[in-house]
């Protein structure tokens, strides 16, 4: 079983940044296309971003991209989300995911967008940014 526990999280200020963490258990990490994900309250969960296995290519969200960056360090076990120009929509919780499917290639088409193509979840950092 893989736990991922995500931190960095907290208010800002619109315009601001933060930088999310989240770290694997286990020493399968580079084996796992990694995701972030959000839910607002009332919404559904959202994708946000998602990061090959290498670290060398990434998708995002319409909402963030050109402001949000993904990153993984496999030695760590930890994949990233740099968070700038943030707005108050940008409110919610954030979640990391795994996803354990065994893909032939680190290149995949299409990106794994839908929560229900990840195995495992952390339990989320709240984001809170002011107006």
């Known amino acids: 079983q893989v736990q991922l526990v995500e931190s960095g999280g907290g208010l800002v200020q619109a315009g601001g940044s933060l930088r999310l963490s989240c770290v694997a258990s286990?020493?399968?990490?580079?084996?796992?296309?990694m995701g972030w994900f959000r839910q607002a309250p009332g919404k559904e969960r959202e994708f946000i971003a998602v990061?090959?296995?290498?670290?060398?290519?990434?998708h995002y969200a319409d909402s963030v991209e050109g402001r949000f960056t993904i990153a993984r360090d496999n030695a760590k076990n930890t994949v990233y989300l740099q968070m700038n120009s943030l707005r108050p929509e940008d409110t919610a919780l954030y979640f990391c995911?795994?996803?354990?499917?065994?893909?032939?290639?680190?290149?995949?088409?299409?990106?794994?967008?839908?929560?229900?193509?990840?195995?495992?979840w952390g339990k989320g950092t709240r984001v809170t940014v002011s107006s």
């Open positions: 286990g020493n399968s990490f580079s084996n796992f296309y």
């Open positions: 995911a795994a996803d354990a499917t065994p893909y032939s290639s680190d290149y995949l088409i299409p990106w794994p967008r839908d929560p229900d193509d990840y195995d495992y």
């Open positions: 990061i090959n296995w290498s670290g060398g290519s990434a």
